[in-house]
């Protein structure tokens, strides 16, 4: 009885004009239904598709998403045998190269395409906040240096690359051209590096451009001893542990892949304009 009388009193004074009202009890539920929203955890970043091939230019993204920490799923291309001119490669990277990636949850929630590795570099870093800063100032100071790879590091080491390893006939000309730009943008960067400890003085998608191409300087016939703040820079961010991973990522088949071949040749350094 007592505690139905409470409920009778409590209706009396809802009535009364000199009481304050009480919340009602539909607000109270609306009010838990809002705090239990805001507490509802957030959906979970559906894994991102990586179309890749263990080099340098593959590299830069398997790095980029393992310093993010974001899930992803490998999706081997062999370019040895021709996967980056399938139909569904064309789809998500036009210039038949990899790496390309598809993101589920791209802008609006809505699935997105990106091919180019800087360009990727650069969504994935607006994407998730991380070593692609917001200050206009020092996304400068990144994006340059991204530039820098883009242009010249990577085609340079990549020419030196074939003309000293991959070519059937040495060419003394060519190997001297591309061996002494190379060496000339190896002091470029470690000029740069003689007063910050990266690229854009904090660790960011710069440094991880580069990274990959600067590993491979035995390939391009440079000493790294002659450049004493490009190895430093190198053995510190080689022994990040998320470069370490993106770096080992490895696909089985290229370990088979044999560069001698002249298909595999033909596919790599002969193509010509296809048509459409």
């Not at 020419?159 to 390893?165: D, M, N, P, S």
Request: aromatic letters at 8%.
């Amino acid at each position: 009885m007592a505690r139905k009388a409470v409920k009778v009193r409590s209706r009396t004074k809802i009535k009364s004009k000199s009481s304050p009202r009480p919340p009602a009890r539909k607000s109270a539920a609306k009010s838990r239904k809002a705090n239990s929203r805001k507490t509802k955890p957030a959906r979970r970043q559906r894994p991102i598709e990586l179309h890749y091939w263990p080099t340098p230019n593959g590299w830069k993204i398997s790095i980029m998403l393992e310093e993010c920490g974001l899930p992803y799923i490998m999706k081997p291309v062999n370019i040895s045998t021709g996967d980056q001119f399938k139909a569904e490669f064309l789809a998500i990277s036009p210039n038949n190269r990899m790496p390309a990636i598809v993101d589920p949850d791209g802008p609006g929630g809505r699935p997105i395409s990106v091919f180019e590795s800087g360009a990727i570099l650069q969504y994935l870093g607006r994407k998730t906040g991380k070593f692609y800063p917001a200050d206009e100032r020092a996304r400068v100071e990144v994006e340059q240096w991204v530039m820098w790879q883009m242009g010249g590091l990577g085609p340079m080491a990549g020419q030196a690359h074939h003309f000293r390893g991959y070519a059937p006939e040495q060419l003394p000309y060519a190997i001297d051209r591309y061996t002494n730009e190379v060496n000339r943008l190896y002091g470029v960067m470690n000029i740069r590096l003689r007063d910050r400890p990266f690229l854009a003085g904090k660790y960011s998608i710069a440094d991880m451009a580069c990274v990959g191409w600067a590993s491979r300087w035995e390939r391009q016939g440079q000493d790294i001893k002659e450049f004493p703040h490009l190895k430093r820079w190198l053995d510190t961010v080689l022994a990040r542990p998320a470069v370490q991973r993106g770096i080992k990522l490895r696909v089985e088949e290229a370990s088979k892949v044999d560069m001698t071949d002249p298909k595999v040749q033909a596919l790599l350094f002969k193509q010509r304009a296809r048509a459409g």
